[in-house]
């Protein structure tokens, strides 16, 4: 599969891994440690930001960044108010692989 510019749209059995992957990710916002929480928002704010995650994870991720801008940790209230502060491109129908990121 080649890449343009814009990069390229997935198959199926990568969309498979991807949303497995995904799924992993949002668990880590129930660790224990406040420290994987709060880099689980860094990473996803860095996913939202490359524009690289699909429409139906954003409401997810929008209530985590609320649930947790209680949390008991300045870090993880900070990293979700990051994420929520991020813009997603909401009108876009798939996830896309950056140019970056093709091989």
């Not at 880590?28 to 139906?56: C, E, H, N």
């Not at 997810?60 to 813009?87: F, W």
Request: glycine share 4%.
């Amino acid at each position: 599969m080649g890449c343009s510019e814009k990069g390229v749209v997935v198959d199926e059995r990568s969309l498979r891994f991807q949303n497995r992957a995904l799924g992993i990710l949002m668990e880590r916002f129930l660790d224990v440690s406040p420290y994987t929480r709060a880099r689980t928002f860094g990473v996803w704010t860095m996913l939202v930001q490359s524009k690289v995650i699909p429409i139906d994870h954003y409401v997810p991720l929008a209530e985590a960044g609320y649930r947790h801008l209680s949390d008991k940790t300045p870090a993880v209230q900070k990293a979700a108010i990051t994420l929520l502060n991020s813009k997603p491109n909401t009108f876009r129908p798939r996830s896309r692989v950056p140019p970056q990121f093709c091989f």
